[in-house]
């Protein structure tokens, strides 16, 4: 029984490291460990012997057992190691192959740069205010110090739906609509779609955006107009930026003042981008008109206040080097793609 | 530049330098340009010798004295010269405008060594040298430096500088020289020359010539007239033909050109007129008569209103009043007695005419801005005195003169601590009075006498504005806003940032387009003629029909760029707009402002399923759950068998649907589009915003599967609802896994199978408790039709 046990030993160590599979292994367990297997019949065969042999032969037994136990533990994981490799071998792939991609969306453009501009006017303690595109010739204009026949509504060619109403203009009357509304301090900017009788071409639109900003408290000043747009416009094209106030008339501010940005390419040397000019105007702004404030019922001795309008689309054009105004509004998926 | 320099003495200076400091104090340059620059190596000969070419019977060759060395022989096909004429010779390697280059050559084998120029040549009219010829060799008159070899441009004074101003609105009178030399003085400090004319007169009093009224003071403020007779037309001298060159204005004889130069220098427009076409020696101004009639002098008839001012004499208008002219006013060759006008009229009267009878003219354009009435006698005077200047005729003494204008200077309060405040300042009222005198204030004490060519300014910021901008803008500091304002978005500019990031998400981009359409796009959206929205707001002076209505729904500016896509061959567009739409309300109130989502799409085998799941997903984002959907074949904009309208509440939510195969032909889209739109304030008022926390489950679910048979028709949304029904709180979840129609099932029906999942929150369900429940879901399965297949 002993030589017997031997020899299941011998046979066993062979076997296994035979075995290639994980189902060959447990076939071989099955045939040397499980109930009918040759290690439990040998067992099973103790009671045929002597007591004295018994501990003996139970004990080489158990070690023969304990032993391909072992050896089975063992050739599994290096059968799981080979078959690991190989797996891995196998699926190589070719790394360089494209990935797959799920589509994005991707903001237009003009709402990139808008939502910059917000996020730096808001971050200056400004709050958001939209107003009606369709408006009262009255906010548009009356109400902005621009009575009918006034000569500047000449510099806005405006689409009229009636009498008093029409597309407006500018995004202006928006300061007029919080100011009756709103006691200041304000401290607002209202984007929006702006209408003018334009026609079509690279340069023109008859819709585009604006971007209001108004200031009325009490004690604002010049300085303060300054100030604040210097750090906007610095924010908005870097801190290296160069600015320049030039005076220009609006007729709902007083001073009034052009906002020029040092030419980028040239730096005020005059180039073709800048039309030799050296610089190149961003913005209109001023000290809010006494008669607007009046107009709105804010007490002009108490409160002043600053307000400021820029074009959205130039700055975009610059932003991207676009050279085309329609390309806003045709919307072609390989002019969008591009920003996103 | 010349002209401007007579009236103040500006240092010299680069260009650039003067053109900066003068925008910098808000008289901005557009753009400036010396004349002739682009003429080089030309200058002045003389023509020694005129010979015939042998071999050609047109040219000549001539020897050209240029004041250097030995004389130029120069061949050309011009017959004006003669021997002695002063002529421009383009030298060898000179430069003509437009880039022209002249080399030495040879013509039929002679030599020539240059180029004779004519006027065309150099870039100038017979306007500019009325003694010259157009067509032939610009030979140079009394009025040109003679001196050989001298530049050209310097010899008949084609070297100003043209300097082009943005003038502002508010300052019309820096629409003259004057009122732009009192800017350049006030910019560089240096004192301004103003010159009050002479006239020397003597030749009778002008005064019972012409009876003048004025009917309407309230559209004409002054006017003035004096009278010139003997009067001898012909050109004006070099010095004024030039400056108007300068101007832009083309010189025509010495009285258009007077007119013209008292309007540039003193910014007043002028009229001239013929005395024996006044009838009755009468003028009036008044508005003209329902019915009358006047030919301009571009002669075109046109109608006049009641509402138009004219100039008129005893029985007809001879002007439209700060407009232009009547054709048998102007100056004739016979003309002997002229009558020169300076008035001044409302600007919006002026602006209105004009725009009415649509021509602007230099006078209008002036005149509309609002002109100062005390300019007119001044400029009157100027005229008269050119006229004695130029020797064009004999000026009567005395003027003809309505005046109802006020020769008042408004009064500003200097409140110096006001304006320091205002403006972060710290200027002396010394001064702040010594810029306000520059720019022609005078003082009461304390209180601004604003001059009266200075209408804009009326209020003590005018004035605050007028000191800092000769201060410099760029002087004052910068500061800070003090506060801490705290700025932020609004729960619904966030709930809009939410959609779009959504989108992105969903893969769709963002559109703009215009909020105007064509009435016509409509008809290509299928909109019955009846529709409700088919009232839009409509632009009175639209730019054309395809912009001319505001949006009642903004579907089809979507369908339009998605056709423009794949007109371009993009393959696939996803694409959205947070649009307005805009809805009428009553005719003098302003529209609802209506803000939508519109999502569309084709390619990339987008199915309905593809815009339903988009539509899904973004209300689950949104947090919007309590929403209804239905099947609808009433929209006309979509397929009727593939479209289904949202609803919360029983209120219209939106639509999601595949667009009617007609609708995509209309847009030329040969492929299927798929399209939702979503009522943007209604998604924001269902929001659901508080959200709280459900425990993880703790006991394992079940899971159950259902294979139901039935009719075709049945939406399989009620089935789903049936199972909710049944299932009651211990739903977890229910999951369509089949619908199949085709062998084996009965003609008209359907299998639908569902995976339900179910769950209880504070227990193991049991195998009883489980066949309970969807004992109940077939019960109400079986209620809306469906059977278990089996």
Redesign the interface.
């Known amino acids: 029984m002993k030589q017997k046990l031997e020899e299941i030993r011998a046979n066993a160590a062979r076997e296994l490291a035979e075995a290639s599979d994980s189902q060959a292994l447990e076939s071989l367990r099955v045939k040397y460990l499980g109930k009918k297997g040759e290690v439990t019949s040998i067992l099973k065969q103790m009671g045929k012997l002597s007591p004295e042999e018994r501990p003996v032969i139970g004990e080489l037994a158990n070690k023969v057992r304990a032993f391909i136990e072992d050896d089975l533990t063992k050739r599994a994981a290096e059968l799981k190691a080979q078959a690991t490799q190989k797996r891995l071998e196998e699926e190589r792939l070719d790394v360089t192959l494209p990935g797959k991609h799920?589509?994005?969306?991707?903001?237009?453009p003009?709402?990139i740069v808008l939502d910059e501009i917000k996020e730096i006017?808001?971050?200056?303690?400004?709050?958001?205010v939209e107003g009606?595109?369709?408006?009262?010739d009255y906010y548009n204009f009356e109400a902005l110090n621009i009575p009918?026949?006034?000569?500047?509504r000449?510099?806005q060619d405006t689409?009229?739906?009636?009498e008093?109403?029409l597309?407006r203009t500018q995004t202006s009357p928006v300061q007029v609509r919080v100011m009756e509304k709103q006691k200041p301090?304000i401290?607002i900017i209202s984007p929006g779609?702006v209408y003018r009788?334009d026609?079509?071409d690279a340069t023109h639109s008859?819709?585009f955006h604006q971007i209001e900003g108004l200031?009325v408290?009490k004690?604002?000043?010049?300085?303060?107009l300054?100030?604040?747009?210097?750090?906007f416009v610095k924010r908005l094209y870097g801190e290296d930026s160069v600015v320049?106030?030039?005076?220009?008339?609006f007729?709902f501010t007083?001073?009034?003042?052009e906002v020029d940005v040092q030419c980028f390419n040239c730096h005020g040397e005059g180039c073709r981008l800048c039309k030799?000019e050296g610089w190149i105007e961003i913005l209109g702004c001023g000290?809010v008109?006494?008669?607007v404030l009046s107009n709105c019922g804010i007490d002009p001795e108490v409160y002043?206040g600053f307000a400021l309008g820029m074009g959205l689309e130039r700055v975009v054009m610059r932003r991207y080097n676009i050279d085309d105004l329609r390309l806003?509004?045709?919307?072609?998926?390989?002019f969008?793609?591009q920003f996103? | 530049m010349r002209w401007l320099k007579e009236f103040v003495t500006l240092d010299e200076m680069p260009m650039r330098a003067f053109t900066e400091a003068i925008t910098m104090s808000g008289s901005k340059v557009e753009g400036w340009e010396k004349e002739g620059s682009e003429i080089e190596n030309v200058v002045v000969g003389q023509v020694l010798k005129l010979e015939r070419h042998p071999d050609s019977d047109h040219l000549w060759i001539c020897q050209i004295d240029v004041g250097a060395g030995e004389p130029l022989q120069i061949v050309t096909g011009a017959q004006n010269l003669q021997q002695n004429d002063f002529v421009p010779v383009a030298l060898h390697n000179s430069m003509l405008p437009g880039g022209k280059k002249i080399k030495k050559g040879k013509l039929r084998g002679v030599e020539s060594n240059g180029m004779l120029c004519s006027l065309g040549e150099l870039g100038l009219t017979q306007h500019d040298f009325p003694n010259a010829i157009e067509d032939g060799i610009f030979v140079l008159g009394d009025d040109c430096d003679h001196t050989l070899g001298k530049p050209i441009c310097e010899a008949i004074g084609f070297d100003d500088t043209k300097v082009e101003f943005e003038i502002t609105s508010n300052r019309p009178d820096c629409f003259s020289v004057i009122g732009l030399a009192r800017e350049a003085a006030a910019t560089f400090d240096k004192e301004l020359h103003l010159h009050t004319p002479v006239v020397k007169g003597g030749h009778g009093d002008c005064t019972p010539l012409l009876d003048v009224k004025i009917e309407e003071p309230d559209l004409c403020y002054i006017y003035s007239a004096k009278v010139v007779k003997n009067v001898r037309v012909k050109p004006s001298p070099r010095w004024m033909r030039e400056r108007l060159r300068a101007m832009g204005v083309r010189p025509i004889n010495n009285i258009v050109d007077i007119t013209n130069y008292v309007m540039l220098e003193y910014g007043q427009p002028m009229h001239a007129f013929d005395l024996r076409y006044v009838d009755d020696a009468t003028i009036r101004v008044r508005r003209a008569k329902a019915g009358e009639t006047i030919t301009t002098l571009d002669g075109v008839d046109r109608k006049l209103t009641e509402k138009q001012l004219v100039i008129a004499d005893a029985h007809k208008p001879i002007a439209i009043a700060g407009v232009m002219g009547g054709e048998y006013s102007g100056i004739m060759d016979d003309t002997t007695t002229i009558v020169f006008e300076s008035a001044c009229f409302n600007g919006s009267s002026v602006r209105t005419t004009a725009r009415d009878q649509g021509m602007r003219t230099d006078a209008s354009a002036r005149y509309e801005k609002g002109l100062d009435p005390n300019n007119c006698l001044p400029a009157l005077e100027r005229a008269c005195e050119l006229v004695e200047m130029l020797d064009a005729g004999d000026v009567m003494d005395g003027v003809i003169v309505d005046d109802h204008s006020s020769k008042e200077r408004h009064r500003i309060h200097l409140d110096v601590d006001w304006i320091n405040r205002f403006l972060d300042t710290n200027l002396s009222a010394d001064e702040m009075k010594a810029t306000l005198t520059k720019l022609d204030c005078q003082f009461d004490g304390d209180d601004i006498l604003v001059p009266t060519f200075r209408p804009d300014l009326e209020h003590k910021a005018d004035i605050a504005e007028e000191i800092v901008r000769f201060y410099g803008y760029n002087k004052v500091p910068g500061t800070s806003l003090n506060g801490g304002a705290q700025g932020k978005y609004t729960p619904r500019q966030k709930f809009l940032s939410k959609i779009s990031d959504t989108m992105f998400a969903l893969g769709a981009s963002e559109i703009m387009t215009y909020s105007f359409i064509s009435p016509k796009y409509y008809d290509k959206i299928r909109m019955p003629a009846d529709s409700p929205l088919r009232k839009s707001i409509v632009i009175s002076n639209p730019l054309g029909e395809d912009t001319s209505i505001m949006r009642t729904v903004a579907l089809p500016s979507m369908l339009e760029v998605l056709s423009r896509n794949y007109n371009n061959r993009n393959e696939a567009a996803y694409l959205f707009e947070l649009a307005s739409e805009y809805i009428p309300t009553t005719e003098d109130k302003l529209p609802v402002e209506k803000a939508t989502l519109v999502v569309g799409m084709y390619g990339n085998n987008a199915d309905f399923f593809t815009v339903k799941g988009m539509a899904e997903q973004l209300l689950e984002k949104l947090s919007v759950t309590d929403y209804d959907i239905a099947a609808s074949s009433e929209e006309y904009s979509y397929h009727p068998g593939r479209c289904a309208v949202l609803t919360i509440g029983g209120q219209r939510l939106g639509v999601i649907g595949e667009i009617h195969p007609e609708v995509a032909e209309n847009y030329g889209i040969d492929e299927r589009v798929y399209c939702f739109t979503l009522d943007v304030d209604m998604l924001f008022a269902n929001a659901k915003t508080d959200k709280t926390y459900t425990p993880l489950p703790k006991f394992p679910a079940v899971t159950r599967d259902l294979a139901l048979l039935c009719d075709d028709a049945i939406p399989v949304l009620d089935l789903e609802k049936a199972i909710v029904r049944g299932a009651g709180n211990l739903l977890e979840k229910i999951k369509l896994f089949d619908v199949y129609k085709g062998a084996q099932i009965e003609a008209g029906k359907k299998s639908v199978a569902f995976n339900i999942v179910l769950r209880s929150s504070d227990s193991t369900l049991t195998d009883e408790q489980t066949n309970r429940v969807m004992k109940k879901v077939m019960e109400e399965l079986e209620k809306v039709g469906a059977v278990l297949r089996s």
């Open positions: 799920r589509e994005l969306g991707v903001k237009h003009l709402s006017f808001v971050g200056m303690g400004f709050d958001i009606p595109e369709v408006e009262y009918k026949d006034h000569p500047a000449d510099t689409f009229y739906i009636n008093n109403i597309l301090p401290r779609r009788s026609a079509v008859p819709l200031v408290d004690g604002i000043t010049f300085a303060d300054k100030g604040t747009l210097e750090t320049r106030f030039r005076p220009h008339h007729p007083e001073p009034s003042a030799g000290m008109h006494p008669k002043s806003f509004y045709e919307n072609d998926v390989r969008l793609k996103g």
